[in-house]
Every structure is written in structure tokens, then in C-alpha cells.
């Protein structure tokens, strides 16, 4: 699995020490050493695809400027503005009007992306003389690509892809199936705020279920730690409800678990351990542990249903189309007439254990390689019961798990409830320690 989080530069705002009087923007004659440059290439890549911001207009303003300084790059020059600015306070603007292009790989133009803007606009920077200004605008396209940046040096953007929110979404898909008997784009809907939400409320199959739904999905309400949810969770569904619409396929069929191929054993974990773990705390390498792919829990269900006048043809087919809503879920190849293979992650399971010993992922050296999965900074959330294995009535610590901050990091999951209250909003959590 190679995960991407990539940035290209969009304004480098590299100044050097200068009088802090106001200045008109067009002002001459500074020397070398009292003046810095602003470049603005738009472009980044990600996924093998190019992106670019094209029609962007930014507007610096500061109590330093006689006026704003209006900036029109074009979209796609490596460098093709500079402009001079004192030491002092700014805040930097992009005008509406602007557009965000993809181009695949094997695509000659650009193509304009539905997308929108999803950090601070204005952004606050500091030109102290001493070091380049930092602030980023981030972008993200209702079809999964997130644009965000970071850096200590530029304003950024950069192209990431929804990979890690995948793991979520088929999580549901299974709890879904489990719930109802059924996986159907149609069972949820995505409210005016951008949220997927089930449309119904109780699960006839395992009432447990719903309760496991409604944390899943409590997941999109904390946008500080998951700030692109709305559009890799809420967004991506709704495309798919589009795509599923414009199919000929009316009847989604049943679906019934009949066999879990790879269930989380002493064994399993022995052999995750067999093919290694990285040591933590390491540095990122691009690539995922080979080990990661044991902890699918590989499961068929048996998929029923007439669907002869429907092109999906077979009943499997046919619960392939219905569940494309959910990225991840059904295992490509998985497909066999009757029935499909899932392979949800470990982390989401919500298996509990009679004592700590009878828990497998207990095992001395074992985490849960969750930073690894998809890209950067992985998976943050996994399944309640990983932070309480035994359940609510026996008392037993957290399972280890990765997060990234710069690079690999070991912990033990923590308690995240919305509401300390109410166990439908709680999750765990891999990452710093929580206040």
C-alpha cells in the first residue's frame, strides 16, 4: 500500500529584515538585504494525478502597505511574481472566482474538479526578518481528493487522497449488512451539513448494531483531528449515491455472514509478528508494513436476490454496485456468483475478550499499525471496545496502537466520547494524550 501526502509550494512568502514604515506595493530601489520574494507556482500532486489552482487572485494586506497588494499568478509557472514587503503583521486573502484542475496520467488537459475551500480564508502571517512566513490554504473536492498543506516555510497546497477514511466506510458497510440484512446507498442520506446519516433506527438483525453506527458516524463531528470528513465521509457518499442512481439496479440484494476466512487469532497475531512490526518510534518510509494486510478479518456472506433484469447480472454483482457507496467494504476479485468477501480492519471490530491474557492483539511487541494505514497521518479512530477489550464489567488496559506526529509513535488507545454520556458518541482514539 503506497499512501501519498505530497505539497507544492503556492506562495513563499521569504522576507528579509526591512523598515516597518508603511510602503506603497510598487515602491523601488530596496537593497538585497531589506527585501525577500513572493513565488507562486500553483501545483501539487498526488495519487499520480496533477493538480492546479488556476484563476486565483490573493490579496495581502498589513498595516506595513500603503494599500493591498493584489496578486494574480498564473496557474501553473514555477515562479512568476516577487514582490518586496517590510518586517510586520499580514493577513493574505484568495478571492472567490478561483479553480481547482486535475489531470490524470494519461491525460493530455486539465479538467476543472468540483471543490471547496476548507481552511481560514484570510490567513494570518508574520514577516519577522528572520525567517520565511508559514500559513497554507487547504482544499478538498467532494469526490475524495483532500488538498491541504503544512510546512514551516510556505503557503502550500498539497493533494491527499481519502484512503484513510476507507477503513470507516467499510466498517459500516459490514455493520450495515449486519444491521439490516442489506447494503444499500438509499439506507442513508447526507444531511444539508454535509453528514451521512443512516435513515433508519434500529437494527432487526443485531440491535447492537445501531449503537456501533451511530459511533462510527459520530466520527464526522470531531473536524479538528478529522477536518476533511464531510467530504471523504458525507462527500464521497453522496457521489456514490449519484453514480448508484445512474445504474439500472433497483433491487440491492440480502446478504447473510457464512464464513470468517481470517478471524483475529493468537495465531494471527503470531504471525503479524512473524512478518515484523517496525520498531517504534521510526520514521515514515512511504510504504506500508506487509503485516498490515493480516488484519483484514476476511469474511463471506452469502448474497441473495432476484436480479435477473438488473445489468449487474448476479446477486454478487450486484451487492458489489450496491455497496460501492462504501470504499473499502467488498474486496476486489471478492465477487463469486453468490456471495462476496469483506475484509474490514482489525481495529474496527468490536470483538471483546473474557480477560486481558485471552486478548490476542495483547501479544508482547504488538500495536495496531494504525498511522500506516492510508495515507498519512493514518487512521486515527478505531472500534470502542479496542480501549475497553473486556467490555464495560472487567477491567482491562487499552490495546497499543501507531499514530504519526512526524514520524511512528507507540500508544495505548484512549476513551473519546462526544458525550461521557451517551456511549453512542464514544470511539477510541490513537494519538496524544487526550486533555
Not at 443512516?198 to 458516524?217: E, G, H, W, Y
Not at 462527500?235 to 478471524?263: E, H, L, M, Y
Not at 493480516?294 to 438488473?310: E, I
Request: aromatic content about 8%; some cysteine; glycine content about 8%.
Amino acid at each position: 500500500m503506497v499512501r501519498h501526502l505530497v505539497g507544492a509550494v503556492v506562495l513563499t512568502l521569504a522576507m528579509g529584515a526591512c523598515s516597518s514604515t508603511p510602503i506603497d506595493s510598487t515602491e523601488q530601489g530596496a537593497t538585497e538585504s531589506q527585501v525577500g520574494s513572493v513565488n507562486l507556482p500553483l501545483t501539487a500532486q498526488a495519487g499520480g494525478a496533477d493538480f492546479r489552482l488556476s484563476a486565483a487572485v490573493f490579496t495581502i494586506t498589513g498595516p506595513a502597505l500603503a494599500k493591498p497588494l493584489v496578486v494574480k499568478p498564473p496557474a501553473d509557472a514555477p515562479a512568476v511574481y516577487n514582490q518586496v514587503l517590510p518586517v510586520g503583521s499580514y493577513s493574505i486573502q484568495l478571492a472567490n472566482g478561483w479553480v481547482l484542475e486535475r489531470r490524470e496520467p494519461d491525460a493530455k488537459a486539465f479538467a476543472a474538479v468540483a471543490a471547496e475551500l476548507v481552511t481560514p480564508n484570510p490567513v494570518a502571517f508574520e514577516v519577522t526578518g528572520k525567517a520565511a512566513a508559514d500559513a497554507f490554504f487547504g482544499f478538498a473536492t467532494v469526490s475524495g481528493d483532500v488538498a491541504l498543506g503544512k510546512g514551516s516555510v510556505d503557503i502550500r497546497i498539497g493533494v491527499q487522497d481519502c484512503s484513510s477514511y476507507d477503513t470507516y466506510l467499510a466498517a459500516l458497510g459490514e455493520l450495515t449488512a449486519d444491521c439490516l440484512g442489506t447494503v444499500d446507498p438509499r439506507l442513508y442520506e447526507v444531511t444539508k451539513d454535509g453528514l451521512l446519516t443512516p435513515t433508519f433506527d434500529k437494527c432487526p438483525l443485531d440491535a447492537s448494531r445501531m449503537t456501533k453506527i451511530r459511533q462510527l458516524l459520530s466520527l464526522q463531528h470531531r473536524s479538528a483531528r478529522m477536518p476533511f470528513a464531510k467530504q471523504c465521509v458525507g462527500g464521497r457518499f453522496q457521489v456514490a449515491q449519484q453514480a448508484f442512481a445512474a445504474t439500472d439496479t433497483k433491487v440491492c440484494p440480502t446478504w447473510s455472514r457464512k464464513q470468517v476466512i481470517n478471524p483475529i487469532t493468537e495465531s494471527t497475531i503470531a504471525n503479524v509478528m512473524k512478518l515484523g512490526l517496525p520498531d517504534l518510534p521510526a520514521d515514515d518510509t512511504g510504504t506500508a508494513p506487509r503485516a498490515l494486510e493480516l488484519l483484514k478479518v476476511n469474511s463471506f456472506y452469502a448474497v441473495t436476490g432476484d436480479v435477473k433484469n438488473q445489468k449487474c447480472a448476479t446477486p454478487a454483482g450486484c451487492a458489489a454496485v450496491c455497496a460501492a457507496a462504501f470504499p473499502g467494504f467488498v474486496s476486489p476479485n471478492g465477487q463469486d456468483g453468490d456471495r462476496v468477501l469483506v475484509d474490514p480492519t482489525a481495529w474496527l471490530i468490536d470483538t471483546t475478550y473474557a480477560s486481558a491474557t485471552a486478548d490476542p492483539y495483547m501479544r508482547l511487541g504488538y500495536y495496531h499499525p494504525m498511522s500506516y494505514y492510508g495515507a498519512l497521518p493514518g487512521a486515527l479512530f478505531g472500534d470502542f471496545s479496542r480501549y475497553q477489550p473486556c467490555g464495560p464489567n472487567v477491567k482491562c488496559d487499552p490495546e497499543f496502537c501507531s499514530y504519526y506526529a512526524g514520524g511512528h509513535i507507540k500508544t495505548q488507545l484512549q476513551k473519546d466520547c462526544l458525550d461521557d454520556a451517551d456511549v453512542d458518541t464514544c470511539v477510541s482514539y490513537c494519538g496524544p494524550k487526550l486533555p
